[in-house]
């Protein structure tokens, strides 16, 4: 397992737990973290035998922010010359499944890392919020376009102009989370939860994946195509044939990822 400076990452069978470690700083997202993220999810996107992250922070914070000290000193010319932010975009590449976990403050960058995930899983001790505005500044690594697609227009203008946390149950009734459990829960219920996507045909589960992120992308007819696309797709593989086949027999089905 290669060495991070600012994450933790161990793996339980087929799931890989990766885990934000940053504490003095709350998680905040700096240049390293971000470098440690990517290494880390492309490491687990090319081991096979890996089928599910789970991404958390502490029991305080998920994580705070982008980096605020770092980005103290950055002017017009550094952030869009260097094109600050961009490099998440090799996180969301991610092709297999990965859950965030979030309990405590996920706030600016922390909330839209969370929102990048293929799912939220929230802790009771959750907090959700883009303070951007009182820092004179605004979402930059997705805030605006995925906090309104998730919560809608009214929730997300309101968090944004007002810098509002937004608490687990607002957020599990606004939809931002797909689900609210004890705090003291979180790190087993995500577990469980990717052991269970982790079981799954693994081609399946990618083409699960990208149908829905395609409504996100796409019109409804061109999304509606897309799905029929890679429906009929799967119907060429081993493993739609076991599916069906074990249904038909009343087993369990034995998966190939092929
Ligand atoms: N960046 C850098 N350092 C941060 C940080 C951040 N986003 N958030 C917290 N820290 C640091 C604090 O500076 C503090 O360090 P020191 O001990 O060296 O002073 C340490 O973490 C602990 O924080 P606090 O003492 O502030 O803890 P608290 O419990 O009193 O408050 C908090 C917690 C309300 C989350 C508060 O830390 C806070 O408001 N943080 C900033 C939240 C924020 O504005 N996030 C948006 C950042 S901008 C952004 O993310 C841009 C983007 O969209 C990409």
């Known amino acids: 397992m290669a060495d991070y400076e600012t ?8 799931v890989t737990l990766i885990t934000l470690n940053r504490p003095q700083a709350l998680n905040a997202l700096n240049a390293q973290v971000l470098a440690d993220l990517i290494a880390a999810f492309a490491a687990y ?7 599910c992250a789970v991404l958390t922070g502490s029991e305080k914070a998920f994580a705070a922010g982008a980096d605020i000290k770092e980005m103290q000193p950055m ?8 094109n600050l932010f961009a490099g998440w975009e ?3 590449a991610t092709r297999k499944p990965w859950i965030a976990a979030v309990a405590g403050f996920a706030l600016g960058g922390g909330c839209e890392l969370a929102m990048m995930a293929d799912f939220i899983i929230a802790a009771d001790s959750a907090k959700f919020g883009q303070p951007e505005i009182k820092l004179g500044v605004a979402p930059g690594m997705g805030g605006s376009q995925r906090l309104t697609r998730a919560v809608g227009k009214a929730k997300a203008m ?8 937004m608490d687990a149950a607002e957020a599990e009734r606004a939809s931002l989370v ?20 982790a079981a799954m045909p ?6 699960n994946k990208e149908m829905v992120n395609a409504a996100f ?19 060429a593989t081993e493993d739609k044939a076991e599916g069906m086949t074990a249904f038909v027999e009343k087993r369990k089905g034995v998966w190939q990822g092929r």
């Open 45 to 51: 996107d090319a081991d096979a035998e890996q089928r």
């Open 90 to 92: 090799r996180v969301t």
């Open 7 to 14: 994450i933790l990452v161990e793996t339980r069978g087929p």
């Open 217 to 235: 992308e796409t019109g409804l007819g061109m999304g509606i195509q897309f799905e029929r696309r890679l429906f009929a797709g799967l119907a």
């Open 158 to 165: 309101e968090m944004c102009l007002t810098g509002r946390f």
């Open 178 to 197: 797909s689900r609210v459990v004890p705090a003291a829960e979180l790190i087993a219920e995500a577990l469980k939860t990717a052991e269970a996507i």
């Open 202 to 207: 693994p081609l399946a589960t990618i083409a």
């Open 75 to 82: 002017g017009f010319a550094r952030v869009y010359g260097e």
